[in-house]
């Protein structure tokens, strides 16, 4: 058998509920609202507006109790709710990982888009319950809720990948996504205003 610097958990059955974006028994629930989203959109004076009066959930991500370690996979449920600011489609904050290493994410509800940038090149994969999304090493990735019902999807992870937000404050991802009649648009990427 072999020996570990941070011995592994225990074996888990991990009940998800994808119509109530819960995993049993559950690890930590992060709540992000827009005044947690400062400098993300691109109508920033938009957001600010928002985040002073109701300040809206923006998302929501439902951790299972795995641990953030190395050799784990931890999973988490993001439940997008629908929205914009300023015509941009409510969105993740986005983030790298620092040790790149590759993720998966799978469509759980509603209607969502992943996109990815690597520092020059940019993907958008359309995504809906069923679908897997395939975040390769080295590629930022930030989700979006193009519908107008949350959107949600599991995602699993080396535990040891870490999260690297300012990567995407310093890059961009290549693309914004903004509300276009009853669809969408991809739009260059342009700085907050
Ligand atoms: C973790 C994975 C997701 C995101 C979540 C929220 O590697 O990609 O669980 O953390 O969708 O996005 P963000 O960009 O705020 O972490
Ligand atoms: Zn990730």
Not at 20 to 26: H, N, V
Not at 91 to 110: F, N, R, V
């Amino acid at each position: 058998m072999s020996t570990y610097a941070t011995p592994p958990i225990n074996p888990l059955r991990i009940a998800l509920a994808a119509a109530q974006g819960t995993l049993t028994p559950e690890g930590p629930l992060l709540t992000r609202r827009l005044s947690d989203l400062e400098g993300l959109f691109a109508d920033e004076p938009a957001r600010k507006r928002a985040a002073d009066g109701d300040d809206p959930v923006v998302y929501t991500v439902a951790a299972s109790p795995v641990p953030e370690v190395a050799r784990e996979l931890p999973q988490s449920v993001t439940t997008i709710l629908p929205g914009a600011v300023g015509g941009e489609f409510h969105m993740t904050k986005g983030h790298q990982h620092p040790d790149p290493q590759g993720e998966i994410y799978l469509g759980l509800a509603g209607r969502g888009g992943l996109l990815l940038h690597d520092g020059t090149r940019t993907e958008w994969i359309e995504m809906e319950p069923g679908v897997i999304g395939y975040i390769p090493p080295g590629w930022a990735h930030r989700s979006v809720n193009i519908g107008d019902e949350p959107y949600r999807f599991l995602a699993v992870y080396p535990g040891s990948a870490g999260h690297d937000y300012g990567w995407v404050v310093k890059h961009g991802m290549g693309r914004r996504v903004f509300r276009d009649g009853a669809s969408y648009t991809l739009a260059p990427f342009s700085a907050a205003t």
